[in-house]
């Protein structure tokens, strides 16, 4: 496959994903009385579920772009505190924001002067391909749990 080809690939799997929902349809019409609750046995609620999502692909993001990434640290940064409440305007931002990382994520993808596998110059071997699929395959998961959760409350 060539790399047009396999960067047409990448970004129809994060506009049309064939083996599981879309960001959109996960975090569609939630309402915001369930937003800070925890269904049963779980130890996150909706709100720290979705900014887990976001944050991590905004992580992931900046390392491919920032010549001065700073690591993380896990799992402090990574997750809203128990105490942080969200409201449906720091939802909807949530949202906003995960679609615009992603668009620049896609950009980069789409740019042909973008060598797919050539090593990200201040990781230790990483590849944009391999951070895209991270992404993929990060996002696809939590998204997986965050629809379960919907069902558990009967909001799905």
Same mark, same amino acid.
Do not use: C
């Given at each position: $496959?060539?790399?047009?080809?396999?960067?047409?690939? #990448?970004?129809?799997?994060?506009?049309?994903?064939?083996? =599981?929902?879309?960001?959109?349809? %996960?975090?569609?019409?939630?309402?915001?009385?369930?937003?800070?609750?925890?269904?049963?046995? *779980?130890?996150?609620?909706?709100?720290?579920? *979705?900014? @887990?999502?976001?944050?991590?692909?905004?992580? $992931?993001?900046?390392?491919?772009?920032?010549?001065?990434?700073?690591?993380?640290?896990?799992?402090?940064?990574?997750?809203?505190?128990?105490?942080?409440?969200?409201?449906?305007?720091?939802?909807?931002? %949530?949202?906003?924001?995960?679609?615009?990382? #992603?668009?620049? *994520?896609?950009?980069?993808?789409?740019?042909?002067?973008?060598? *797919?596998?050539?090593?990200?110059? @201040?990781?230790?071997?990483?590849?944009?391909?391999?951070?895209?699929?991270?992404?993929?395959?990060?996002?696809?998961? =939590? $998204?997986?749990? #965050?629809?379960?959760?919907?069902? $558990?409350?009967?909001?799905?």
């Amino acid at each position: $496959m060539d790399n047009e080809n396999l960067r047409k690939e #990448l970004i129809q799997y994060f506009e049309r994903p064939h083996t =599981h929902a879309l960001f959109a349809n %996960a975090v569609k019409n939630f309402p915001e009385k369930l937003m800070n609750e925890k269904p049963p046995n *779980l130890p996150y609620n909706f709100w720290q579920m *979705l900014e @887990h999502i976001r944050i991590s692909q905004w992580d $992931m993001i900046d390392f491919i772009r920032n010549p001065d990434y700073k690591e993380m640290k896990w799992p402090a940064d990574y997750w809203p505190g128990d105490n942080e409440k969200a409201t449906a305007k720091m939802w909807n931002d %949530a949202v906003k924001k995960f679609d615009k990382d #992603l668009a620049d *994520l896609k950009k980069i993808i789409e740019d042909p002067k973008t060598d *797919l596998f050539a090593p990200i110059p @201040h990781g230790n071997g990483q590849t944009i391909f391999r951070e895209a699929l991270q992404i993929i395959d990060h996002a696809s998961y =939590h $998204m997986g749990q #965050l629809i379960v959760m919907r069902r $558990m409350v009967g909001e799905w």
